[in-house]
């Protein structure tokens, strides 16, 4: 068993409900995500400030020291403890990080919702990623993955205005399911959850319903999973870090829609799932 942090258990509501008017000026009671601040402090030394739904704020923490590469393994962390009254996660390091102070000067803006900037050069290391060659998916476990989110319960169905991101197996079962209100949030949790279960991404497809920024991509790639799928599209750096890892992209993912633009070599078509359209090879 991976060595699991001492880590805190706490909840609180995902959502919030207010009184709204409609165009005919009739009262009803709507919920709508719940939007907080969660301030991490990493051995006493307050780091960042993430706006969050609170779903999974202990594997928010963990994915989000992971893919900033401010935590290397998970057993350099003793423990993980929220506290909402005060809106804090306080983590304590059996070392302490190394050059913290020069390692957070640098941030950069991202195009990130609910998490302004991150650490560091967004294309450190990149270069040293290396994706499992042989990792295939069939074009039928694509569909399934797709249905499987289309119906997934989630606060999106009862409340709207959050981004869900969910990991699945190459033969396409759900193995998490993460919803907050950014989508770099969800990912830094699906991070975290990977780093406590022991969890490798060689043979996983990522899904998310943001678009694949560069940083998304970077950060799929970080946790070494060789296929990003977006119900969004994806932006040109994005393509470009894609290509350069030789990851597969697929965006636009909905029904039996879908389009490849990166890592084709990944994708097995299935011809007879397209009902006799015509397929580009």
């Known amino acids: 068993m991976p060595h699991r942090p001492d880590l805190s258990s706490a909840t609180i509501h995902l959502t919030h409900d207010v009184d709204v008017l409609d165009e005919r000026g009739r009262l009803s009671t709507i919920a709508i995500p719940a939007e907080r601040p969660l301030t991490i402090y990493v051995d006493k030394r307050e780091l960042v400030t993430l706006m969050t739904l609170g779903g999974a704020p202990e594997a928010l923490t963990l994915g989000y020291l992971r893919n900033q590469r401010l935590v290397r393994a998970i057993e350099d962390i003793e423990s993980v403890q929220v506290d909402w009254t005060v809106d804090a996660v306080a983590v304590k390091t059996t070392n302490g990080i190394a050059d913290i102070e020069e390692r957070t000067s640098k941030k950069v803006v991202t195009t990130g919702c609910g998490q302004g900037s991150v650490f560091g050069g967004l294309m450190d290391e990149v270069d040293s990623i290396v994706l499992s ?149």
């Open 133 to 281: 060659p042989d990792a295939r998916l069939k074009q039928s476990m694509l569909y399934k993955i797709v249905d499987t989110i289309r119906t997934q319960q989630s606060i999106y169905k009862q409340a709207g205005s959050v981004h869900g991101c969910a990991l699945f197996s190459a033969d396409g079962e759900l193995i998490y399911f993460i919803e907050d209100v950014g989508r770099h949030n969800a990912v830094d949790a699906i991070a975290g959850k990977m780093w406590l279960d022991g969890i490798g991404g060689e043979d996983k497809v990522f899904y998310t319903t943001g678009r694949l920024t560069s940083e998304m991509v970077i950060k799929g790639a970080q946790m070494g999973i060789p296929f990003l799928l977006s119900r969004s599209g994806t932006t040109q750096m994005g393509h470009m870090v894609a290509e350069r890892l030789g990851m597969s992209l697929l965006a636009r993912c909905t029904g039996k829609h879908f389009l490849l633009l990166t890592g084709k070599h990944r994708l097995i078509f299935e011809p007879q799932l397209t009902d006799g359209a015509l397929r580009v090879a």
